[in-house]
T-cell receptor, first 117, second 112 residues
């Protein structure tokens, strides 16, 4: 089946620094990828839609200057958390759709746990 | 807008017990419905799905039927195992290419 990877799986950074998280579709191309955030024991909340060749689309309340998204190629999207603060600590998950016609399935990466100290 | 409501957990069952996790939804249009499972320390995995009314999704002994009249997609399993302990998320998507709307998740703990 289709595989989506994320790197790193865990990262600890100091407050005020920036962190880059990569999401790759390993065996298929994805013109669109999605970034979610999951707080402990809570659901996944969509942050933004990453679009290859154009700007990302952010959900209401998500700061686009803080969470920079770049869809560099058909297999790679990156999320950069800029000037990280402890409240940015969370589990970040990406997904990519694969399919054709009217039938698609979302494939999720394993997630990246960010801890800001 | 779209939303998914799940029963709150945690749900604690003994091995071989019957499981039901309730899920209801509101959506504009005709959504596809999904159940995802997240095992401890792992990412989300698709458990089953249904794309139209009256469809039944099934996998690994789990089942869920798309009920348009009650806007529900309840997850059931006749006999749970310890290895089923995980967090279960109900989700919908209006089209497969779009992002999913998730419920809050229900933690299942199965005791031997």
């Amino acid at each position: 089946g289709a595989v989506v990877s994320q790197h790193p799986s865990r990262v600890i950074c100091k407050s005020g620094t920036s962190v880059k998280i990569e999401c790759r579709s390993l065996d298929f191309q994805a013109t669109t990828m999605f970034w979610y955030r999951q707080f402990p024991k809570q659901s996944l909340m969509l942050m933004a839609t990453s679009n290859e060749g154009s700007k990302a689309t952010y959900e209401q309340g998500v700061e686009k200057d803080k969470f920079l998204i770049n869809h560099a190629s058909l297999t790679l999207s990156t999320l950069t958390v800029t000037s990280a603060h402890p409240e940015d600590s969370s589990f970040y998950i990406c997904s990519a759709p694969l399919g054709a016609g009217g039938s698609y399935e979302q494939y999720f990466g394993p997630g990246t746990r960010l801890t800001v100290t | 807008g779209n939303s998914v409501t799940q029963m709150e957990g945690p749900v604690t069952l003994s091995e071989e017990a019957f499981l039901t996790i309730n899920c209801t939804y509101t959506a504009t249009g005709y959504p596809s419905l999904f159940w995802y499972v997240q095992y401890p320390g792992e990412g989300l995995q698709l458990l089953l799905k249904a794309t139209k009314a009256d469809d039944k999704g099934s996998n690994k002994g789990f089942e869920a039927t798309y009920r348009k009249e009650t806007t529900s997609f309840h997850l059931e399993k006749g006999s749970v195992q310890v290895s089923d302990s995980a967090v279960y998320f109900c989700a919908l998507s209006i089209t497969g290419r779009r992002a999913l709307t998730f419920g809050s998740g229900t933690r299942l703990q199965v005791q031997p």
